[in-house]
């Protein structure tokens, strides 16, 4: 009774304990990935500006450089409607708000807008600090209103020289709000917001309007009238904007108007002023929730297999013993198998040199009656003598014998039984010696072999003692296959690829009746009528399938059949 109370108090307090570590993980997961926006979407966002107010900072640096500007400014007023057009045209080519030229004095001389009811000509603007700096000979960024718009701008100043003296200055005005506008074209806006933030805690620019020309932070009365002071914001007064801050895993959060941000900010390069996205996680807990009930699921589904597993495991364990005497039982199988196999294969060897016997008779007897006449004609030459002629018949004699013993060695090497090894053996030389022992039976059935004429790199992955019972065995046949017919031919043709080698044995017999490819590699299945048991081509494909090739046949158009084996000659998966 207490164990099973036990068991049910862990069921139950479990998924509470793993509900609330996955709420935590999947939280900090998607605070990780707000932050990870947020710094992706301010440097995105950074480059953008910077290259922007980079290609418009270049502009006034260019137009003091222009003769004709510098001509104007010195005091030839026969330009003033050429310079006024200039302006006017670099003004709608570049995308700027408004390009205007000030004398020493800070009176507009040359305007963009020249031609407009609220062109700038006869303002003066040398209470602005970009006049007064650039005549220090600094390249100016300055964020201010304008007097007449009342648009927020930045502002862009550099001095005209002649004579290495500041005689005037070239303005550019580039309305923010084009910055605000493009932003929402970038991929930066989704789920977060952003705002351009000056050295004096004024917010500049900002994609969400009730923040601009406000700040986040409290300002002292000090700061307060520097900012009247410099006029930047005219008669505006930025007004403070609550928000609050808090450490949530490691992460600085803010919020703001109920909302809470994750925030990543960059300087700009081209302009004093600081940029900073805030990522929205006000949804983060929520977001939870969908995970929470999959976990439930996912767990009482664990639950349910878990039970159902312990319930079981007791009939496992008979199952186990049970699968352990079957696995036994195969083993035992498996090995008697093998051996009746191995018989097997050693039966049709044996089989197959019974079927040469007659013609492996008379290649040895031939040697052997030319030795016993050698052996005569010597005996007379040792009477007579003759030295040199006796020493060329030992010569005979000694390769008669050497033939023999060939023959006799290569059937005996034939026939022995070996396990299965794969090595790597030239193809020729596996060839020649299957036509060494099948030479009798060839010449018994009058065949002519055209010798294959193999390159000795070719090699092949199997074991020598196996693939040669396979030749002899395809070899014999195809002579056999042979009597009757005119034309006596035994050819091989051999064709490689990158990893394999495709051997074909070729005849000009009768070929292969149709109804019989079906049952050709069939074990106990003969061609031969009473003469054949019907194993060799079954023992041939399976010996060559042990190499991981493949054997196959057809008949060929011009008559006859073709034998085809398909090796690796690279080392493969079955070897010992």
């Known amino acids: 009774m207490f164990s099973l109370s036990k068991r049910i108090i862990i069921t139950c307090i479990l998924p509470i304990f793993i509900l609330l570590i996955s709420f935590f993980l999947g939280r900090t997961h998607d605070i990780e990935q707000a932050n990870l926006q947020a710094e992706r979407q301010v440097t995105q966002l950074n480059n953008y500006i910077d290259t922007e107010l ?19 400014v010195a005091g030839s007023p026969q330009h003033y409607s050429a310079i006024n057009n200039y302006l006017a045209d670099i003004q709608q080519a570049s995308g700027a708000s408004d390009i205007f030229v000030l004398d020493t004095q800070g009176d507009v001389i040359a ?22 700096r650039a005549f220090t000979d600094e390249k100016v960024a300055y964020f201010a209103l304008g007097i007449r718009s009342n648009k927020r701008g930045i ?35 989704k789920g977060s917001h952003f705002y351009l933030q000056l050295p004096d805690h004024v ?23 520097e900012i009247k002071s410099s006029r930047s914001y005219l008669d505006h007064q930025p007004i403070y904007i609550k928000q609050h801050q808090s450490q949530s895993q490691s992460t600085t959060q803010f919020k703001i108007d109920k909302q809470r941000y994750v925030s990543s900010s960059m300087k700009l390069n081209n302009f004093n002023a600081t940029m900073h996205i805030l990522v929205d996680v006000s949804k983060v807990d929520s977001a939870q929730i969908s995970r929470l009930f999959w976990v439930i699921i996912i767990y009482s589904f664990l639950i349910i297999i878990g039970y159902s597993l312990l319930a079981r495991f007791a009939g496992y364990k008979k199952l186990l013993y049970s699968r352990h005497s079957l696995e036994q039982k195969v083993i035992e199988r498996t090995q008697t198998l093998e051996k009746v196999q191995t018989a097997l294969v050693q039966s049709a060897k044996l089989a197959t040199i019974g079927q040469l016997s007659a013609g492996i008779n008379h290649e040895i007897n031939q040697p052997l009656s030319a030795i016993n006449t050698y052996l005569a004609s010597a005996k007379r030459l040792l009477a007579k003598g003759n030295y040199e002629a006796l020493s060329q018949s030992l010569v005979i004699i000694e390769g008669l014998v050497e033939r023999v013993h060939k023959i006799v060695g290569q059937l005996k090497h034939f026939s022995k039984p070996s396990g299965m090894q794969l090595r790597p053996y030239p193809l020729a030389a596996l060839v020649n010696n299957a036509l060494m022992i099948s030479s009798a039976q060839l010449k018994q059935d009058n065949v002519q072999v055209e010798p294959p004429q193999f390159d000795e790199a070719v090699i092949v992955w199997v074991d020598a003692l196996k693939f040669e019972q396979v030749l002899v065995n395809l070899i014999t046949n195809a002579s056999q296959a042979m009597n009757g017919a005119v034309e006596r031919n035994l050819t091989f043709n051999l064709e490689c690829f990158e990893e394999r080698v495709k051997f ?31 194993l060799g081509l079954s023992i041939s494909k399976q010996i060559i399938d042990s190499f991981n090739g493949s054997l196959s046949a057809h008949n060929r158009l011009q008559g006859g059949a073709e034998f085809i084996i398909s090796l690796s000659s690279k080392r493969g998966d079955k070897h010992d």
């Open 54 to 72: 980079a290609r418009f900072s270049a502009i006034p640096e260019l137009l003091t450089y222009n003769e004709l500007m510098i001509s104007f």
């Open 504 to 534: 074909s044995i070729l005849d000009t017999g009768s070929g292969i009746e149709q109804h019989v490819f079906s049952h050709l590699f069939e074990p106990f299945y003969s061609t031969k009528d009473s003469k054949g048991l019907g």
């Open 203 to 225: 917010i500049a620019m900002s994609d969400i309007e009730q923040w601009r020309l406000n700040s986040f932070t409290q300002l002292g009365i000090t700061a307060k009238q």
């Open 111 to 132: 305007s963009s807008n020249w031609q407009t009811d609220y062109t700038f000509l006869g303002s003066n603007y040398a209470f602005r600090p970009y006049f007064k």
């Open 155 to 189: 502002y862009f100043s550099q001095a005209v020289y002649s004579d290495n003296k500041a005689i005037g200055v070239v303005v550019l005005k580039v309305n923010v709000s084009k910055f605000e506008n493009d932003r929402e074209l970038l991929n930066t806006s």
